[in-house]
């Protein structure tokens, strides 16, 4: 918590764009009573970046892919031998851990969906449970 608060808003902007710890940065922010005027300013940086970043990643694939113009039943095969390919790593991996293994909790569950949610996402939904109505 002392580490959130010496950093402030450049914590709160890093924390939210590295993958594993951006979950953890909005719960360390309120244990550690980061005022609002250093959170939220720190919250719309690392936000806007984050998704600037994927936005990024988006256009150089897309033009990446437009440069290789290829045809329709080439991309479609593409398509099916990386879905194949998946189900293969998918099944290696589970048969390498093995069948004794308990599945998930639901706690894993949640942190992996929340981990993919964004803060817009969620403050909408905050307000719809304190209004309890559609917004």
């Known amino acids: 918590m002392a580490a959130v608060r010496r950093g402030g808003m450049a914590a709160v902007a890093l924390g939210l ?4 710890v951006r979950i953890a940065t909005t719960p360390a922010s309120g244990l550690a009573s980061l005022a609002p005027r250093v959170f939220i300013p720190g919250l719309i940086a690392g936000s806007a970046f984050f998704l600037a970043w994927h ?4 256009y150089v694939g897309g033009f990446l892919l437009a440069l290789l113009n290829l045809p329709v039943p080439i991309i ?3 398509i099916i031998v990386v879905f194949v ?9 589970r048969r390498r851990r093995g069948r ?8 894993e ?3 992996a969906w929340a981990d993919a949610s964004c803060p817009a996402c969620l403050a909408i939904s905050l307000i719809r449970e304190q209004r309890g109505a559609d917004v």
Request: proline content about 6%; glycine content about 20%.
């Open 109 to 111: 569950t949640y942190a």
């Open 100 to 107: 004794g293994q308990a599945p998930s909790s639901a706690g």
């Open 17 to 20: 764009t590295t993958p594993g």
């Open 55 to 58: 936005f990024a990643i988006g």
């Open 76 to 78: 479609i095969a593409l």
């Open 85 to 93: 390919l998946g189900i293969a790593g998918w099944l290696f991996i």
